[in-house]
């Protein structure tokens, strides 16, 4: 199964959730949405697919190697702005105002090119106004969870992740976050689809059920998602 960076905290519980109620275990491949997507498009052998937007799944079910009527928009993700515990910024009182001080002279996004979080981040800092005056400190990761390393291990003094980051075990106790407001960027609607090649259709299938399920839907909100509207099955998001 290949899923996008930002669910590397949550999905493994999800999975651990569903071995427990079924005895099936699930195998996980990590990294940013459009560096699967190519992976995909080049045979790797994924069951399921799961983005950070749902804009890459719908380029697999326009090519031919994806199955539309399994596409599912299971959360909506939310874009933080972190900063480390021993960092003197104010972020309540900044916000993403705090990019601009001189102590921040590294700052880590996901590439946006193939990182939907990286795209984000790139139209939040032009929607503020931001972008040109300090696009020459960034600190470009592979995908969102490279980005949150960075800043975590003192690389860059601030980042630009996902909320799911920022509340897994990993990070919650070494740092804080400011939400970008919703309106700041691109709706980071994220969708999983089954993939055309593979050869257990109907586990995949399963799969996704159980994730459209309260254990995992839960779990999904423990990690900052919030869930989109409902939609039937099968249904191309609009």
């Known amino acids: 199964?290949?899923?996008?960076?930002?669910?590397?905290?949550?999905?493994?519980?999800?999975?651990?959730?569903?071995?427990?109620?079924?005895?099936?275990?699930?195998?996980?491949?990590?990294?940013?949405?459009?560096?699967?997507?190519?992976?995909?498009?080049?045979?790797?052998?994924f069951d399921v697919f799961f983005s950070a937007d749902e804009g890459f799944p719908q380029q697999l079910i326009d090519e031919g190697l994806a199955s539309g009527s399994t596409l599912y928009r299971y959360a909506v993700g939310r874009l933080v702005l972190w900063v480390p515990n021993d960092s003197a910024l104010d972020l309540s009182k900044l916000g993403i105002q705090a990019l601009l001080d001189p102590s921040v002279k590294k700052i880590a996004i996901a590439n946006p090119t193939t990182a939907p979080y990286g795209r984000a981040a790139a139209g939040a800092m032009r929607h503020f106004g931001l972008y040109d005056q300090i696009s020459s400190k960034f600190v470009i990761g592979e995908n969102i969870s490279q980005a949150g390393q960075f800043v975590e291990s003192g690389n860059a003094q601030a980042g630009l992740i996902a909320l799911s980051q920022a509340l897994a075990p990993a990070m919650k106790s070494k740092g804080r976050y400011w939400a970008v407001p919703l309106d700041a960027y691109p709706t980071l609607n994220q969708a999983a689809v089954v993939l055309s090649k593979s050869k257990q259709q109907s586990s995949a299938t399963e799969f996704l059920d159980f994730v459209r399920g309260p254990e995992a839907t839960s779990l999904l909100a423990n990690y900052g998602f919030s869930l989109p509207e409902k939609k039937s099955t099968g249904a191309r998001p609009k």
């Open 1 to 45: 199964m290949a899923a996008a960076a930002d669910m590397s905290a949550v999905l493994p519980e999800i999975v651990a959730a569903y071995t427990k109620k079924t005895g099936q275990g699930v195998k996980l491949s990590f990294g940013a949405s459009g560096n699967l997507t190519n992976q995909i498009r080049n045979g790797a052998p």
